[in-house]
C-alpha cells in the first residue's frame, strides 16, 4: 500500500497531537480517580526465549475523547459504545508505553516516551539505566514516541544504536523547518543519524523481529512481529489508539490518524489477522499493561486485556 502526504496534512497532523495541546483540569470525582498513576510502571512477560517488558512512561485524563477517537459517529453511538464497555463518555485515560525485548543478545527499547524522566523509573524498576539499552527502535516520530531520546539536551540512550522506517524519516525530514514534527526530529533524532539505520516493511530488527507496515497513522508507521520458541507477539504502537472505541469501530476516525482512510484499512487489516491467528499484541497507548488480545466482535472487534498469559 502507498500512501502519499502533503505538507498541509503533516501540518494539520502535528496541531492535532495529543501533546499539542494541554488538557484541562478535570474535575469530575471519577476523572480525578483516573489521573492518578498505577503503582507499577514495568510489567514483563516470557514469549520463548525472549522477556518482554512494557514501562510505563506515563499517563494523563483528556476530556471529551469524542471529537478524537469518534470521527463520523454521532452523540449517541460514541455514549452507547462508552457505556456498553463501563467508560464514560465525556473523559479519557491517555497511556504512554514503550516496550523492552531482551532477546538474550540485545536489549531492544520500541519507542522512547514523552521525554519527561518516565522512562528512566521504569527502567529503573527493572533494575536498568539507559546506558543498558542496545538498540532503540521509533515506531514512528510523534513526539511522545521519540520524546524520550534526548534527556536535558543529552543523548539518552548513548550506549545504543537507533532504527526506525525509512519512508518514516524521509517523509518528516523533507517538510521543513516550521513543521512541529520535522523540527522536533531534527531535535531529537537526526543528531544521531551517525547510528541510525533504516527498515522497510518486512526488515529484520534482530532474529525474530521484523517490521509490519501499518500505514496511516502517520506516513511510515510500523508495528513489529515478534516470534520466539514458536510464540507470537505484535507491537502495534499506534495502530488502534483508544483500546474500545478503535476496537469496536475501526472505522471510526481517529484525530491522530494523517491519513485516515488508510489507517482505517490498517486498523482493520491487522486487528483481524491478530483475531483469527489468536496472537497477543502490545498497543502504545492501550491501559498499562498495555498487552492483550484481539477478538471479533459483530463489525468490528474487541480488545481483551492480559491476565496471567505469559508469566514466566
Request: proline share 5%.
Amino acid at each position: 500500500m502507498t500512501v502519499k502526504f502533503s505538507r498541509r496534512a503533516a501540518l494539520t497532523a502535528a496541531a492535532a497531537l495529543p501533546l499539542a495541546a494541554t488538557a484541562r483540569s478535570v474535575s469530575a470525582s471519577t476523572s480525578a480517580e483516573m489521573a492518578k498513576a498505577p503503582a507499577s510502571h514495568s510489567r514483563s512477560f516470557k514469549l520463548g526465549d525472549f522477556t518482554v517488558t512494557t514501562l510505563l512512561d506515563g499517563s494523563r485524563p483528556v476530556e471529551n475523547p469524542k471529537p478524537i477517537f469518534g470521527g463520523g459517529a454521532s452523540d449517541a453511538e460514541f455514549a452507547a459504545t462508552s457505556a456498553q464497555n463501563f467508560i464514560p463518555a465525556d473523559v479519557a485515560q491517555f497511556f504512554f508505553t514503550p516496550t523492552l525485548v531482551d532477546t538474550g543478545q540485545e536489549k531492544i527499547l520500541f519507542d522512547t516516551g514523552l521525554g519527561q524522566g518516565g522512562i528512566q523509573m521504569a527502567l529503573a524498576e527493572v533494575g536498568l539505566t539507559p546506558q543498558d539499552i542496545d538498540v532503540v527502535l521509533l515506531t514512528h516520530m510523534h513526539p511522545d514516541h521519540i520524546g524520550g531520546m534526548t534527556t536535558e539536551g543529552a543523548e539518552t540512550f548513548s550506549k545504543a544504536r537507533y532504527l526506525t522506517g525509512r519512508q518514516e524519516f524521509d517523509f518528516w525530514g523533507a517538510q521543513g523547518e516550521g513543521n512541529r514534527i520535522g523540527d522536533l526530529m531534527a531535535k531529537k533524532v537526526t543528531p544521531f543519524a551517525e547510528k541510525l539505520s533504516f527498515l522497510e516493511d518486512g526488515g529484520s530488527v534482530a532474529s525474530g523481529i521484523s517490521a509490519v507496515a501499518s500505514f496511516g497513522h502517520t506516513p511510515g508507521h510500523m508495528g513489529y512481529m515478534l516470534d520466539s520458541g514458536g510464540q507470537q507477539l505484535m507491537l502495534t504502537a499506534d495502530l488502534a489508539n483508544h483500546y474500545v472505541w478503535s476496537f469496536a469501530h475501526p472505522d471510526w476516525e481517529v484525530k491522530f490518524d494523517m491519513d485516515k482512510s488508510a489507517a482505517t484499512t490498517s486498523r482493520r487489516k491487522v486487528l483481524d489477522m491478530l483475531a483469527s491467528t489468536r496472537t497477543p499484541m502490545i498497543g502504545y497507548h492501550m491501559p498499562f499493561p498495555a498487552a492483550g488480545y484481539v477478538e471479533t466482535r459483530g463489525s468490528g472487534f474487541r480488545f481483551v486485556p492480559v491476565s496471567y498469559q505469559m508469566m514466566g
